[in-house]
C-alpha cells in the first residue's frame, strides 16, 4: 500500500478550553464536592481547545438518542467532507474508489455512515464496504493496517479509510467519576480519512508505502479502556493504568517488529503517536527513548483539537506529511492503543 493523502475535518463548533470549562463548572457548581477538582483535571491534560459535534447550548438535556441522532447527522456532515477532500488531494475522481473503510466508536448507525456516503458523494454502487466498530483509539493505526492488508491483494485497487469520532456527544452530565472528569475534558470531535492505493498504482512524490504492520493483544484486560453502555448512553471506562500498559509492553514490541524488518528504533525518524493524553506521551517517551522534537506534532495535536480517538493519529499522520520533509528511504512508526487492551505498530518507508 501506498498512502496518497491524508485529509481532516471537523464540524464548525470549536471553543477554548477555558469556556469548556467554565460550562462544566456551571453544571456541575451544586453537584460537584470538591468543584475546583474538575479545574484540575482538565487543565492536566494540556488541551486548549475543541470541536463540538453540536452548540455547546445544545448539550444540557441531550438524550441518548438525541445523541445519537446527531452523531449520524453530523457525522456524515464531516466524514463527506474528509473523504471528498482526501480524495481531491489523491488527484483522484470518488468513482475512482474501489473500497471504503469506516471506524468509530462514538455512535451507532446502520444502515452505517459508509453506506449514507454512497448515497451522499455518488460513490460507485459496486464498491466494497467495512464498517469497523469498537476499536476504539487504537482504530486509526490498525485501520491503515487493514486497508493495506486489504490492497496487498488488490494491487490495481484505491482504498478510503475514515475515521469519524464525535466524542462530546457521549457526554454522562450526571457521572462524576474521575474518568468521566478526565474525557470531559480531554476528548474532542472530528473526522480524518486516508487514501491507500496498491503497488500498481502511483502516488505524488514524498509519500510514504505502508513496509508491514504488527498487531498485539493484552490478554485479560478489558477494564483498561473501554465503555460501559447503558440507559444514558457511552460511560468511560479509563483506568490510570494505560501509561503502565505502555511502561510494560511498548518498548519490547516495538523492539521485536523493528526487529522482524532488520531495523532498530534509530532508524525511525518519523515516529507518528496517537496523542492519547499527557501521561500516555511521556510514557511513550520515556519507554521508547523518544524526545519532544520526536513527539512535537503528537504534542500539538493535542493541545489544538484534543485526543479524537481513532482520528488523532491520523492528524498526526497528515502534519508529519505535511510539514516534515523524508527523504528516500526515511522509516517512520505509527503506533496507537486502544480497548482490548491492544496495540498496532504500522511500519512506514518513503
Avoid at 523524508?326 to 518513503?350: H, N, Q, R, T, Y
Amino acid at each position: 500500500m501506498k498512502i496518497s493523502a491524508v485529509h481532516t475535518a471537523a464540524p464548525p463548533h470549536y471553543y477554548d478550553q477555558e469556556a469548556l470549562l467554565a460550562a462544566f463548572q456551571a453544571a456541575w457548581a451544586t453537584e460537584h464536592h470538591n468543584p475546583r477538582r474538575v479545574e484540575q483535571l482538565h487543565r492536566a491534560v494540556k488541551v486548549g481547545g475543541r470541536h463540538l459535534a453540536l452548540p455547546m447550548e445544545s448539550y444540557p438535556g441531550l438524550t441518548f438518542g438525541q445523541a445519537n441522532d446527531a452523531f449520524v447527522r453530523v457525522g456524515t456532515d464531516i466524514g463527506a467532507e474528509a473523504v471528498s477532500g482526501a480524495v481531491a488531494a489523491a488527484g483522484l475522481e470518488l468513482r475512482d474508489v474501489d473500497a471504503i473503510f469506516t471506524t468509530t466508536v462514538t455512535g451507532v448507525a446502520t444502515p452505517s455512515i459508509d453506506a449514507r456516503l454512497v448515497n451522499r458523494l455518488r460513490l460507485r454502487t459496486d464498491i466494497r464496504r467495512v464498517p469497523m466498530f469498537g476499536l476504539g483509539c487504537v482504530a486509526g493505526a490498525a485501520g491503515i493496517a487493514r486497508v493495506a492488508d486489504y490492497l496487498a491483494g488488490h494491487p490495481d485497487h484505491v482504498a478510503v479509510l475514515l475515521s469519524v469520532e464525535l466524542c462530546s456527544l457521549t457526554l454522562q452530565r450526571a457521572d462524576l467519576s474521575i474518568p468521566n472528569l478526565i474525557a470531559t475534558g480531554l476528548f474532542g470531535d472530528g473526522a480524518a480519512a486516508v487514501v491507500g492505493v496498491g503497488a500498481n498504482r502511483s502516488v505524488a512524490a514524498g509519500m510514504p508505502r505502508v513496509v508491514a504492520s504488527k498487531s498485539r493483544f493484552y490478554p485479560d484486560t478489558e477494564r483498561v479502556m473501554g465503555w460501559d453502555i447503558g440507559d444514558t448512553g457511552f460511560k468511560i471506562v479509563l483506568s490510570a493504568g494505560v501509561p503502565q500498559m505502555v511502561d510494560k509492553h511498548m518498548g519490547a514490541d516495538v523492539d521485536a517488529f523493528l526487529d522482524e524488518h532488520g531495523l532498530a528504533r534509530a532508524d525511525i525518524s518519523r515516529w507518528i503517536c496517537h496523542p492519547g493524553g499527557p501521561k500516555v506521551l511521556q510514557a511513550f517517551e520515556r519507554t521508547l527513548g523518544l524526545s519532544q522534537h520526536d513527539t512535537g506534532l503528537t504534542w500539538r495535536s493535542l493541545e489544538e483539537v484534543g485526543n479524537l480517538s481513532s482520528a488523532s493519529v491520523l492528524h498526526v499522520l497528515r502534519d508529519t506529511l505535511a510539514q516534515r520533509p523524508c527523504a528516500p528511504g526515511d522509516k517512520g512508526l505509527v503506533l496507537a492503543m486502544g480497548p482490548g487492551f491492544c496495540s498496532e505498530l504500522v511500519l512506514l518507508e518513503w
